[in-house]
């Protein structure tokens, strides 16, 4: 089985505070995206990277960052945490050879309150 | 990024009834077309996902049709039982992000004894 797993699957932090999310992936996937998950607007794309030291935007990149040292662990950044980035983050791996289709593999999730 | 546009956003059946979740897409390029199911606390797990040179395809008691020209697919689920009540995600590929999904804002499926 594919596993996916976030450090923290819970977070309370201040206004101003840089938070780290951590996930790390135990397939060898190449491909790898960090997505917020709030009621009512789905899932959203933060930024994703295809291989190590490569990133991408996504949708809603702003006030986020990402880091992609290794293969098994994509990083995701809050310089400043702000209220409005209070939200559930998804992490999620899927391998190269299913660059175009391919199932992605979500980890349990980081839900993090910003106060 | 490109719009998923997904209905209804909640659904109430009766256990044994069918249940039908309907999702628009924007890119034409998209090809490939997963939904995804989250039940409450969990992580969203695929339940079946179609591709865009097929026009249906079926697992038991889930299906998903495509219709490419409409840019229109959408999940059945027949004989719903009780576990079926979670949040459902339909998702298509973004050919402007790198084929990373896109997802429809889910609808919750609630099946009633």
């Known amino acids: 089985d594919v596993k996916v797993t976030q450090s923290s699957r819970y977070l309370v932090k201040r206004t101003g505070e840089k938070v780290f999310l951590e996930c790390v992936q135990d397939?060898?996937?190449?491909?790898m995206f960090w997505y917020r998950q709030d009621p009512g607007l789905g899932l959203r794309l933060i930024y994703f990277?295809?291989?190590?030291?490569?990133?991408e935007k996504g949708d809603i990149p702003e006030g986020y960052s990402v880091s992609r040292e290794k293969k098994e662990r994509f990083s995701l950044i809050l310089e400043s945490a702000s209220t409005n980035q209070t939200s559930m983050y998804l992490c999620?791996?899927?391998?190269?050879?299913?660059?175009?289709?391919?199932?992605?593999?979500f980890g349990e999730g980081s839900r993090l309150t910003v106060l | 990024g490109e719009n998923v546009e997904q209905h209804p956003s909640t659904l109430s059946v009766q256990e044994g009834d069918s249940a039908v979740i309907k999702c628009t897409y924007s890119?034409?390029?998209?090809?490939?077309f997963p939904w995804y199911k989250q039940e409450l606390g969990k992580r969203p797990q695929l339940i079946i996902d179609?591709?865009?040179?097929?026009g249906e395809k079926k697992d038991q008691r889930i299906a998903v049709t495509l219709n490419k020209t409409a840019k229109h697919f959408s999940l059945h689920i027949t004989e719903t039982q009780p576990e079926d009540s979670a949040v459902y995600f339909c998702?298509?590929?973004?050919?402007?992000?790198?084929?990373?999904?896109?997802f429809g804002k889910g609808t919750s499926l609630l099946v009633t004894p």
């Open positions: 999620a791996s899927r391998p190269f050879r299913t660059l175009l289709t391919g199932e992605l593999f």
């Open positions: 397939m060898d996937h190449e491909n």
């Open positions: 990277s295809y291989d190590v030291k490569m990133k």
């Open positions: 890119d034409s390029a998209s090809n490939y």
């Open positions: 179609i591709r865009s040179n097929v």
């Open positions: 998702a298509a590929t973004n050919s402007n992000s790198g084929y990373a999904l896109n």
